[in-house]
């Protein structure tokens, strides 16, 4: 079998949770590696999924740890789509360009 081993940098702008996962994670830039490998004997490339691992922030108090832990990653894709919506729900303002109409308008 072939493996790939792919990785992302995911930004969070707000603390977020994950499932099976107690704590509140802070708002940060987490590295995500995505591991997938190629069976044997296909008739046409088709990589599977492994397994994904999400580097954590250290604790403060031990700051050498390197703290890496299995996710999900529809989890991992849900957590950062809500708080990829939460950014996005914010109201945008644009400006009218007609010269009678100055004031700022709301664009949903």
Excluded: C
Aim: no cysteine; net charge positive; glycine share 2%.
């Amino acid at each position: 079998m072939t493996n790939r081993t792919t990785s992302k940098i995911l930004n969070f702008a707000r603390p977020f949770s994950l499932r099976g996962l107690a704590e509140v994670l802070p708002a940060g830039a987490y590295k995500v590696i995505t591991e997938e490998s190629l069976p044997e004997n296909v008739t046409y490339p088709t990589y599977q999924w492994v397994s994904t691992k999400m580097h954590l922030h250290a604790n403060a108090d031990r700051a050498g740890d390197i703290r890496m832990m299995n996710v999900d990653p529809r989890d991992l894709e849900v957590a950062h789509l809500r708080d990829q919506k939460m950014m996005d729900s914010r109201p945008r303002v644009a400006f009218s360009a007609h010269k009678s109409n100055n004031r700022a308008k709301r664009v949903f």
